[in-house]
């Protein structure tokens, strides 16, 4: 298996664009994790799904953030309009479980920069 | 709720030396603890996970971590260090209960030659 795979790698995109980051986790994984990466907060979870069916989306700093997952081998995290405040790397990170050993896979992530 | 602190930010060492990293986390019962680096422009990769059992835990790269509850800690050490150590590292919390991992705010570390 090719690992994690996010698209794009890097976005620039201006204020009040709509943004859509990529996502397919590794064959087989039930969870799906897409986390936010900042140097002010470091790493936040945003939003889980286990078995395509979102768990916890808590993190979720507002209704300008959406995900979904339509499908066990894709997910989406959507940002419409995106804010200058928006920029940080986006992670998504797939596993078996959690109760168990196991561990988190995670993508390379999507450099998000709005201007 | 479970929370997991990274005293250090940042820390600089001389390859060669030796590595500990700090990580106390808090939770009620007996918590499942991961500790991941991050190389720049990469994502998280495990390093080494303690679910049960032996309290001194191997991992990659010649890492090791010691699960402590009296301290409720799980530090990161490394007897000597390389240049190529050089990365973030991120200790995690799963709860037996949950599951979502809550990860530390990081520790970067900076090898000298």
């Known amino acids: 298996d090719a690992g994690v795979i996010q698209s794009p790698r890097h976005e620039v995109t201006e204020m009040g664009q709509e943004v859509t980051l990529r996502c397919k986790p590794i064959s087989g994984h039930d969870y799906l994790f897409w986390y936010r990466q900042t140097m002010m907060r470091g790493l936040e979870l945003l939003i889980y799904?286990?078995?395509?069916?979102?768990?916890?989306d808590s993190g979720m700093p507002e209704d300008r953030f959406s995900a979904k997952m339509p499908n066990a081998s894709f997910s989406t995290l959507k940002i419409q309009p995106s804010e200058p405040r928006d920029s940080a790397v986006y992670f998504c990170?797939?596993?078996?479980?959690?109760?168990?050993?196991?561990?988190?896979?995670f993508g390379q992530g999507t450099r998000l920069t709005v201007v | 709720a479970q929370s997991v602190t990274q005293p250090d930010i940042h820390i600089t060492v001389s390859e060669g030396a030796s590595l500990e990293l700090r990580c106390n986390y808090s939770?009620?019962?007996?918590?499942?603890l991961f500790w991941y680096v991050q190389s720049p422009g990469q994502g998280l990769q495990l390093l080494l996970k303690y679910f049960s059992g032996d309290t001194l835990v191997q991992g990659i790269k010649g890492f090791e971590a010691e699960f402590k509850r009296s301290q409720s800690s799980f530090n990161l050490r490394k007897p000597s260090v390389h240049w190529s150590d050089a990365a973030e590292y991120f200790c995690?919390?799963?709860?037996?209960?949950?599951?979502?991992?809550?990860f530390g705010t990081g520790t970067r570390l900076q090898v000298f030659p």
């Open positions: 990170a797939s596993s078996l479980n959690l109760q168990g050993n196991t561990e988190a896979f």
């Open positions: 995690a919390v799963g709860a037996g209960n949950t599951d979502k991992l809550i």
């Open positions: 939770y009620g019962a007996t918590p499942y």
């Open positions: 799904f286990n078995n395509n069916v979102p768990i916890d």
